[in-house]
């Protein structure tokens, strides 16, 4: 049992946080975004019904703090949330599940700043850029920033954005990289998210130009992924804020390829269970579900799916358990969670091509989802965070005695 918060509860709802009754609402609402998957994905965005029917369910509260209405559950129970959605559609659910996690991020920020995202509206979405797009040029009380900020998925339906840049320090000291909170009044949208993976996601860019940003909404990148921000001496009474972000948050966008390995061995499964050949002039007729080759590769994304998604939800659950043991992750432990994530997608983009290559002719067809979550997963594996050379190679750096080179 969490203890109760000590902060300021006037946020708080009375519902307690039951997971069947939220597993039974966000299979509803998985329904309605399934039968949305294709509209979402020629939108180029998510439809405001998909946030709509995850809203219901509270799927954007799990991770955001009592104190402003949340649930504060542990990342174990979004990213499982986010395999679920991602078997109906992963676009909805890379969008929607860097929603939910942000919440968590804000979270991580000066309470001031939680105040000015959350007092005015306790539901707002929050998207992202991480990548340091500019220099933050220091202004009185605060910062102003201009440049391009892109892949900010779900940008359209956002109030805020966290938009990373650079921080100068004293003098000779190195640019520091930070997350600023901004408003979307503060910035427009660039319309070039035409893509064939996550092609639903709007992941779009963010314009800012000379956008006034107070101190109080700065968060430096490396409190983040040590698990010494002010969001976590804020909610000492819920370790939970003590997680690495890259332990946590990356955790969720590898969830959606493991979410769309998943739709797609269960959508193979289905069709290919009934299916006989037709049109070759040798095995013509013949039952596809006899064919050696095509048990062989069920057997195999069935494993990779299954190993997949063992290794994210274990993974996640120890960085809890660290944290409510009252020490931070080490940096082997953080490194631990990188290369979880990596090769947890690394396992479900091979699911799905081994899937995509036994559908033969009709896998051709932009309306078969199998050809859409291969394509979805091979897109996540293109993320930075997920490149299996770079976040290997940092791994048998730490294995090795070395010092690692990469994000942890």
Known sequence: MRPAPTANTAHNVADPFDRI????????????????????????????????????????????????????????ILADAIQRLARACPSTAWACGLQAAHQWLVASFPIEAQRDVWDADPAALICGSYAPAAKAAPAAGGYRLTGRWSFASGCDISQWAVCAALIAGEEGAPLRPAFLLVPASDYRIDDDWHVIGLAGTGSKTLLLDDAFVPAHRLLFFADTTAGTTPGARHYRHNPTYTVPMLANIASCLA??????????????????????TRGAVAGGAAKMAEFPTIQIRVAEAAAAVDAAREILLRDLRRRAETARAGRLATVEERIESRRGQAFAVKLAVSATEALNASTGGQGLSTANPIQRAWRDANAVGRHISFNWDAVGSMYGQLALGLEPKGQY
């Open 21 to 76: 009754r939220f597993d039974a609402a966000l299979k509803g609402a998985t329904a309605v975004i399934a039968a949305n998957a294709a509209m979402t994905e020629q939108g180029s965005r998510v439809p405001q019904a998909n946030v709509d029917a995850l809203r219901a369910t509270g799927f954007f509260r799990l991770v955001q703090p009592v104190e402003f209405g949340g649930w504060e559950q542990d990342f174990e």
């Open 255 to 276: 969830s959606t390829a493991v979410g769309a390995a998943a739709g797609a061995l269960e959508n193979f499964v289905e069709t290919t269970s009934g299916r006989v």
